[in-house]
């Protein structure tokens, strides 16, 4: 009798550690990553949306947070989502021209009048389709979350006109169009991946780099850098790319579930982005910045007249004017 006892426990406890064991490999763990700090707008949109993944999947999906560029910077962390090594990436759109070419047309400089243009520009029919052009390429294009606008900062001298920018070595996102808009100001464009951004200034490899207020806040650009110029010359948009194999491999709940996450997570993100513009100026001021404000934005447009003509032959007049427009 005992031992007919011993046996029914025994066999109670190989279920339970069989049926433990079933229930923890049922747990799929994904990674995603971004190349700024845990405690930035990025930062924020990653945590929110692993934080949703693991509760809209009841614990079925987990989402490992990487920062600082842990995993490679922009370019290389869309690479592996695309060769599948990675699931998961929330980056800047600089680099996504490279592998989605229908994507340029937004980074034209003076494209988006402020962000609640840009954002009904990208949450609207236009953006939402542009978000199906990377299926072919790979990639599920999650959701549009933010940068915000960009600006310029430099180590050099105050930037006021577009002349002030003539022979100054500024660090540029790998973006093709970036790079022509620049060239057309007079600058010395470099590209380089973002991680290596705060030595490159530091060692004084380059004299300046153009980011939103987020991202020079985050990155301690102020350490480096003494002049601030708000040109907010280029709206930069952020995207949550998965790669398409393993988001096609999920239920239809769970491809729901990833959206959503992915659509809250932008929330959190935008919602960051707005915080740090409402007070970046001041607290960049307060860490020693030099921060010009009155930028004559008007005078930069002229400047940009001839690379804006190539810009509309690329991309044609009339759909800049479409994005323009919206309303």
């Known amino acids: 009798m005992k031992l007919s006892k011993l046996l029914i426990s025994m066999g109670l406890a190989t279920g339970l550690a069989f049926g433990f064991l079933a229930s923890a490999s049922a747990q799929t763990t994904m990674k995603i990553s971004i190349s700024t700090s845990k405690n930035s707008h990025q930062g924020v949109g990653i945590d929110v949306f692993a934080t949703e993944i ?35 990436t929330l980056t800047s759109t600089g680099p996504v021209p490279n592998f989605v070419p229908e994507t340029k047309i937004i980074d034209v400089p003076f494209l988006f009048r402020d962000k609640a243009h840009a954002r009904m520009v990208l949450d609207g029919p236009f953006g939402q389709d542009l978000l199906t052009k990377f299926d072919a390429k790979g ?15 430099n180590s050099k001298r105050d930037v006021k006109v577009p002349e002030d920018l003539k022979g100054l070595k500024m660090r540029t996102m790998e973006n093709p169009v970036h790079i022509a808009a620049y060239k ?11 991680p290596e951004v705060f030595t490159a200034l530091q ?18 650009f102020d350490q480096v850098q003494k002049h601030l110029s708000l ?13 398409k194999a393993s988001f096609d491999k999920l239920s239809a ?15 959190a993100n935008r919602a960051r982005v707005d915080s740090d513009d409402a007070k970046g100026v001041t607290e960049l001021r307060a860490k020693g910045m030099t921060v010009i404000d009155n930028v004559d934005k008007a005078k930069f447009v002229a400047a940009l007249a001839p ?16 994005i323009r427009n919206v309303k």
């Open 54 to 88: 693991e509760k809209r999947t009841a614990g079925r999906y987990k989402v490992q947070t990487f920062y600082d560029g842990s995993l490679g910077g922009e370019r290389e962390s869309i690479e592996a989502v695309q060769l599948g090594t990675q699931e998961l």
């Open 231 to 243: 040109t907010g010359h280029v709206y930069s948009p952020c995207l949550i790319l998965m790669n």
């Open 184 to 194: 057309g100001l007079g600058i010395v464009t470099t590209p380089m991946a973002f």
């Open 253 to 267: 709940a769970d491809k729901t579930a990833f959206i959503e996450s992915a659509r809250e997570a932008a929330k």
């Open 307 to 322: 690379v804006n003509a190539e810009f509309e032959k690329q991309f044609g007049k009339a759909n800049l004017d479409a």
């Open 139 to 153: 990639f599920k294009a999650l959701a549009w979350a933010e940068n915000g606008f960009r600006h310029m900062t």
């Open 203 to 220: 060692q004084g490899t380059v004299d300046g780099q153009e980011n939103p207020l987020s991202v020079i806040m985050a990155s301690k």
